[in-house]
């Protein structure tokens, strides 16, 4: 087994810009392990922690990211690779905006030492689950096939005091492609291949962080779209 830390670690009295983090850490561990000769674990995690809490700005941040994944090959003839991601991702900041409107809520009050202003806490959250695989197998010798795919989903949310209405688009997602091909070596140094490509993505109905209500994605202009390719193609390699 083979294991790595490393880590860096930040502080600073002031800042340049109220994004900017006045402390901040951040770590990374890596694994490998062979379990057997024909299965090989690995993982990893990434955790990056900033902050600049002072009054008036109340800035908050983390990017937060684990992985693992194996690779599998009891023969020569089949292997099969598969992995999982989770990446969490949060933001909050207290901002001043233009409104009329009279303020809705504890969290929202008249912006300190500026007239004609509301502060509000803005927050940003984004959780993400990517997960993969690709199998490949070789009945005979001259014979490659494949199958595989790169499978996406998030859910988020972002607090958009002008505009709360506004669909999350991305935020609420899935991205789907899975694949699958064959590989023939019908004379030295010639390969020819058929695959198959499948590309999906959806934006899901996201919830208003405001009022509570389901937020419909545009009607008028959806971003939702699906493809299918088909790739025939020759390699010679010498």
């Given at each position: ?77 089949i292997g099969l690779e598969i992995g999982y991601d989770y990446n969490d ?101 010639w390969t020819g291949k058929a695959y198959w490509d499948y590309y999906g ?38």
């Amino acid at each position: 087994m083979q294991i790595s830390f490393d880590t860096e670690l930040f502080s600073a009295d002031e800042s340049f810009t109220r994004i900017s983090s006045r402390q901040s850490q951040e770590y990374r561990v890596r694994a490998k392990y062979a379990l057997t000769s024909w299965l090989n674990l690995n993982g990893d995690a990434l955790i990056w922690e900033a902050r600049n809490n002072v009054t008036n700005v109340n800035n908050l941040q983390h990017n937060r990211t684990y992985g693992i994944s194996a690779i599998l090959q009891p023969k020569d003839e089949i292997g099969l690779e598969i992995g999982y991601d989770y990446n969490d991702v949060f933001s909050q900041i207290l901002i001043c905006f233009v409104s009329s409107a009279a303020p809705t809520g504890p969290s929202t009050v008249s912006c300190p030492g500026v007239t004609g202003l509301q502060q509000q806490l803005s927050t940003y959250t984004n959780l993400s689950h990517y997960g993969y695989f690709d199998f490949s197998l070789t009945p005979v010798h001259r014979l490659t096939a494949r199958l595989g795919a790169n499978l996406t989903g998030t859910s988020g949310s972002a607090l958009l005091v002008i505009t709360p209405q506004v669909p999350s688009g991305p935020l609420d997602s899935k991205w789907l492609h899975p694949f699958g091909g064959l590989e023939y070596r019908f004379a030295k140094g010639w390969t020819g291949k058929a695959y198959w490509d499948y590309y999906g993505y959806h934006e899901d109905p996201a919830v208003s962080t405001a009022t509570g209500a389901i937020i419909s994605q545009d009607v008028l202009a959806p971003r939702n779209f699906r493809g299918n390719l088909v790739t025939l193609s020759v390699k010679y390699a010498f």
